[in-house]
């Protein structure tokens, strides 16, 4: 498979929005993987990063604002041969959809989920969204927003999460090797990627966020298997690390639930008269 | 020789009320009676009224009867409560602990017995845990119950649970109460039941006998958070479903659990949620997600009253509304209302054929009074349970497609389903309107195209759902229609106005959209009058046969919404008003 | 002289469409004429064709009219798309970059002229961004706008925000456009505008005049979730409502929105939310806690193409049903339907005034077209909108009263109602089934109470609600029933259909629930053909008129479900169909 | 104000649950800030917990599950003279509604929130909750629970919360301290309170509770100013710390949003016509 396997149509996201960064990330890493584009179900919520789906060659699920994380678990219980994917946005994720982020970090299902974090909601023509920052003015708040903003990647990590990450569609690279380590893990993966919205959001900028955030390779001090250290960094509010910041090995919940190895969409599906009339016994 | 029995046991929240009642139920069960319980129990946590009724018969019966034979009281605010209920030759016994004084005195023919479980029980065991077990003796003595089944029934329930020792101290207390019984109970006042067969019976609630045919049905993924009254089904699948490689996941909310069970649909898995009240509202807008993504999904919806909170734990028929014409935008969907506790069983596999089928989502719609009380029923018969997945194709015949659309568009409207992991088929599953490919789309023309393939489905469907289903006698002027468990009272109602020489006939709808209106019209002409009866405020059901442009004058609507399910005499009264004016 | 016209400014997204229409409406507005805008935009982000058209008249005009007399547009894609709909003397002005050939020649009358914008711009300012106003300087000298006016609203729109400048610089813009119009367009091909006053007049969109509506009627709490095309009612509200000690409040979704909006509804507060499609799937449980805890909130739903995400920049009229009867269990609730600008201003006072004398939920339900698209309106008349809150007691009233209950049963169900904070009034305001104090309680007799008052409200709220308003010829046998904004391409149907001889008249039902029955059928009653207009796939308002035992055998639907409203001659023409078999 | 003065009836929480206690603790700090029974709104959620409303005399608000803050801020807002106190559960407060939750930490209303934790669905006969341990079995997971259960004050810190601390039911007089600490505080607080359900949770009873908790004031390191100190001590899963773990001073969203310090349900309601002109000009 090369990366243009996964290329289905160009992209009209506005010129220099962040995503295109991340749609090239993506399709680097599964060629990087070699995943058949058949087995990978992109499951995305409503935004501008919900229009992935129509660029990227894979099965996809374009579903409700904020639902993604439920629907992607769904796909991946019933076909654990699947490489899930979960694309989702910062106010799809981290507003309407939170609830199901935390829960999904709990439950640790077997998949990857990235969070396109524009700081803004882009397709709805640049609301104030949950991480964008304390007295960000845009149409929705334009006496300044009064709400502390929220950081993804802590949140996951308190509520559970065994691999937290965060990236910048301005680094490519970098993210692309995120990508692929998050594939690669056990469990459920948190990718949230920093992602300029060129057209409403005029604060964080690709500018704004190079000088913002700090690349945790290069601190040799840092673990992404110690969780307190990985709080620690993510407290200082002045600085915006990126990388992998942290990283468990626990059992799935697709390890600890699924009754057996074959996936279940691909047993036989029949009528087992004997297991059910063992059954039926109970109500005699 | 009797043949139809009705045992109330009342008393309060934390008395055990419900787990005496089962046993009695499975017992007479096991003497061979055809058996119906009803559960009267509030939404709640300690120290408030409830009741369970225990009906049986020899003859075939549907519903709780209008009187009580035998009343089983926790505390005298019991007596007084259902006092009125109690059947001429009607047997109370009552706890009556000695500070209180009885301050009735029963009327006629009815027949009072201080029985003193909780003492006896404290007294002898050292426990008021036994005065449960005590009271079965009682009953065991006034019904002459079968010792040999009792003892049975009883090691079924502690044997695993609590082991020998329990078993055996139960048997001790049940001897004892049987023993008091005696004392007190002059032969008069016995209920002799005849022993029949008990051959390849069930007894069990619509929860269950939905949570079996989902099994049976081929069901291998489900997702639901808990709510009265449809918890008991996924908790019910949970011990089971791990052995024919299924699962069940409890989520954190129900749009979460509908959200879930279509991603597992899309997977390729027969999936389904279950709910009741607030959590259909809430999973709304993936229902409309389900129909505009045409993904087959089905919901076991258990109705309670509402609106809002309501009362959890009692039976309404009020959200049929909800499920036809709920949620935004015009869609395809399917509701089915299963009438009888072996309908609820066997509706699962038609809602999961027809969800596939037509790629659309299909409810079940049910009441918290079949959800929760048992029945005895025949054997389900898994013969008649059969698989069709539809338009769902295989990897083979994908691959001899050139260019495989997800949402062709195709004269019926039904467009070959293929699912993630197949080769040759990676397309887009879409909320947004989209081309046959599945990809977003504005245009004019494919928008009314989508459009009309989708609910083209729904007229395909219409011929091919189930059917309403005639009871009683064809020939009579006198129709009766509605939907769902009220069959009960209404068949029960049927036969006393046949006792009093009036025929009739009942039309039980049991596909609610969509709607059979054709036979519902043919029905209704058929009929001098009509009699519309549900268990709801505003008649949703006669409202949609209006809506369908049938003929409604000659309607009568007959309504409960007081949060119990009708006794039979209240629907053979109300008939009689209007057809002796 | 010219008194009817049409200009298309077609493009892609981010072109500036919507933008330069925008600007050219509020012109047109200030030269006194009659104005209706309609934009055809994708729900997207770059690159899709989308096009706004802007209709004026010196005569009263209601909706986009079927032919464009001028298309400016950016690409010669947009001529191909919009040939058809050009009229027969039509001016076509477009960009057409050298490398693109124009492949089609105008049909006879339409001319055909290329017009450089962007080239223009970026030689002139080396910038692309003045290609807006040099187009609009094309139309100021086609439609000979006067120079003082559009110097005008050029500097409203760009001194505050832009500088002094941009504004110098964008008036030289407009003369450059103006001037290389005059070199290409030949005098004949030019649409000479006549100046009317502009007095009093407003220029505005639907949402914007539900937020001014709301402002006036007293709303003080505002919580919603941005959706299209509802989310400029409350960004518009942000930026005033403070000078009324009102606030805002963008929730983390729409659940969130419905409850808080409830709570400070509760706290005796004004209080509303505003949604579309999937949010007010959301607020279904919110909606049946309302009816059954008796809070009056206001829920605005500006409808856009369902179901599912649909196109979700697009009108139809497809949730009716799931106001009407969506959510679980049957409570009261009032659903209102604008049909016109001004309607949508006025209707917000009686929405808050019957969900305060109800004390209910009351939906104002409005479509995309409105929403979003500008009018010309007579200035709003305040006098006209009072303020009535029922039954809420004032501290003094309720310090009278002996023993306060919240749900008291009264006869017309409605029960004096006081907030918290007040001395003497405690109560609770409860979802679960409860009695006259507001406590739970799940007594057989007080649920049939509660439930009886709750909907006896609604009967009498359906004497007090907004009646059915007719236009037309109350004499003609031709009748036309429909709601909401479908008015506009009906109205002006109805003026094509009396120029041929055949006279009309159209009732527009304004309150959809409870339901005008009685006036829907006198107005059938009158008519030989009835025709039901709706904006949708089933036909959810003939279906409700139909369930409420109106006789329809007379009715033909005509329903359009493309995304799009109807053009006049649509209607006209589907009903010269049926009239003329 | 007496104590009794908010009694109104006797609770029929079964004997020995834990939130008699609870219901007690509230009475005295309502007491002890003497506030009239009709300035005070309690909002409670679906569960054993939402009975509350029934025994305590105040004005009362009984909603939907999982959606008492969002109705608690709005009667907040709408009228910021009100003492309101939301009362939740595990369930609501952690499960269904835990999106309102986050937001109600980043979002600071001056109010109160009182989440029981029982561990366990109470109401609806014994579920696992988010707040049941790995492994829990109950009703609604028979082999044992497989998630990662919730800690709700560690949310609430990371999300922005401005008081946040835990209590137990059966140390009452502890309790009352932190609610009458809570209700005084301005912005939102939240009050977690481990309480024991007799009827269906057999794990954690007062005994084990009473073995697990270690009570913050006697450690003398321990600063409540201290975020990282109190991400640290919520980290060690072995104890469960009660007390008062983070507070911060910060602007109240009441503070920062609201128009003026009349209370909205205050103010004359009347058609101003001189300002509605104002603004209709901006149409003309
Ligand atoms: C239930 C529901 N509410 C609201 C919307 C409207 N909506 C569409 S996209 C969006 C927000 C997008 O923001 P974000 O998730 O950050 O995505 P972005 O566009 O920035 O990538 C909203 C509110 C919706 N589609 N569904
Ligand atoms: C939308 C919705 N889903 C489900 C329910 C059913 N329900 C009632 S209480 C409850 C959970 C109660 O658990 P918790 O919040 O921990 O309260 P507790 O009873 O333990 O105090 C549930 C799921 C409901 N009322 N509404
Ligand atoms: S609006 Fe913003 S986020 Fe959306 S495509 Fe454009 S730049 Fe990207
Ligand atoms: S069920 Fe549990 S939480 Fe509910 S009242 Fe009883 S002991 Fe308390
Ligand atoms: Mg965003
Ligand atoms: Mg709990």
Known sequence: MKENSYHLHDPTWCRGCGIYGIFAALKKAAASLQIPPERMVIVTGIGCHGRLNNYFNAYGFHGLHGRVLPVAAGVKLANSSLAVLAVSGDGDAYSIGVGHFIHANRRNVNMICIVVDNRVYGLTQGQTSPTSQKGYVSVSSPFGSKETPLDGPRLAIVSGGTFVARGFSGIPEHLTALIIEGMTHNGFSLIEVLSPCVTHNKINTYKWFKEHIVNLDDDTNFSAKNKKKALEVLSDQSKIPIGLLYHEERPSFDDLSLPSDTPIALTKLDVDEKKLDAIMKDFM | MISDIQVMIAGYAGDGVLFTGNVLGKI???????????????????????????????????????????????????????????????????????????????????????????????????????????????????????????????????????????VEKNIQALRLGCDEAEKIIKEEERHSLEERPDKDRLFLSGDEAIALGALAAGCRFFAAYPICPATEIW?????????????????????????????????????????????????????????????????????????????????????????????????????????????????????????????????????????????????????????????????????????????????????????????????????????????????????????????????????????????????????????????????????????????????????????????????????????????NYSGQLSRLIQGQGVECSRVHKINKYSGHTFRPVEIAESMLGVLEQ
């Not at chain 2, 009607?90 to 004084?101: A, H, R």
């Not at chain 2, 003193?116 to 005065?131: D, G, Q, T, V």
């Not at chain 2, 069959?487 to 109602?493: G, L, Q, S, T, V």
């Open chain 2, 28 to 166: 007479l069960k096991r003497q061979g009676w055809e058996v119906v319980t009803y559960r009267d129990f509030p939404s709640n946590i300690r120290g408030e009224a409830m009741n369970y009724t225990i009906r049986a018969s020899l003859n075939k019966i549907y519903s709780r009867g209008d009187y009580i034979d035998v009343l089983m009281a926790f505390n005298c605010d019991a007596i007084l409560r259902h006092i009125k209920s109690v059947g001429e030759n009607g047997v109370i016994l009552c706890e009556g602990s000695v500070t209180e004084s009885v301050r009735l005195s029963p009327k006629k023919g009815r027949t009072f017995h201080k029985f003193p479980m909780r003492e006896l029980a404290k007294k002898n065991f050292r426990s008021e845990i036994f005065k449960n077990t005590i009271l079965l003796g009682g009953l065991c003595y006034i019904l002459d119950l079968d010792m040999k089944i009792i003892r049975e029934v009883l090691s079924e329930v502690f044997l695993k649970r609590k082991g020998k020792e329990i």
């Open chain 2, 235 to 535: 908790q019910w699948l949970l011990k089971h479903i791990h052995k024919f490689n299924g699962l069940v996941v409890q989520t954190e909310d129900e749009i979460a659990a509908i959200n879930m069970a279509l991603g597992a649909a899309y997977s390729g898995v027969r999936a389904m949620t279950s709910t009741s009240g607030p959590g259909a509202s809430l999973m709304m807008e993936g229902f409309s997600l389900a129909g505009m993504a045409e993904i087959p999904i089905v919901v076991a919806h258990v109705q309670r009253v509402g609106p809002s909170t309501g009362l959890p734990t009692r039976p309404e028929q009020s959200d049929l509304n909800q499920w036809v014409f709920g949620a935004h935008g015009d869609f395809p969907r399917i509701v089915l209302s299963p009438g009888t506790i072996e309908e609820c069983f066997y509706f699962m596999a038609d809602a999961f054929n027809l969800a596939e089928k037509y790629q659309c989502p299909v409810i079940l719609l049910t009441e918290q009074n079949y959800g929760q009380n048992f029945y005895t029923v025949e054997k389900f018969d898994l013969s008649r349970v059969s698989i069709d997945r539809g338009m769902l194709l295989s990897q083979d015949e994908l691959l001899k497609i050139e260019d495989y659309k997800r949402y062709a568009l195709t004269e019926n409207g039904i467009s070959p389903r293929v699912v993630p992991s197949m080769a040759n088929g990676i397309h887009m599953v879409e909320g947004n309107e989209h081309d046959e490919k599945g990809y977003r789309d504005e245009d004019e023309e494919i928008r009314i195209k989508m459009m009309n393939k989708r609910m083209t489905k729904l007229n395909i469907a219409a011929k091919d759902v189930i059917p309403p289903k005639l009871w009683g006698k064809e020939e009579s002027d006198i129709g009766i229609i509605g939907f769902g468990s009220t069959i009960c009272p209404i068949r029960e109602a049927m036969d006393q106005l046949e006792e009093k020489g009036i025929s009739t006939k009942y039309l039980q709808v049991r596909t609610l959209w969509p709607f059979s209106a054709a036979e519902v019209e043919e029905f209704m002409s058929s009929c001098n009058t009509v009699f519309v009866v549900e268990n």
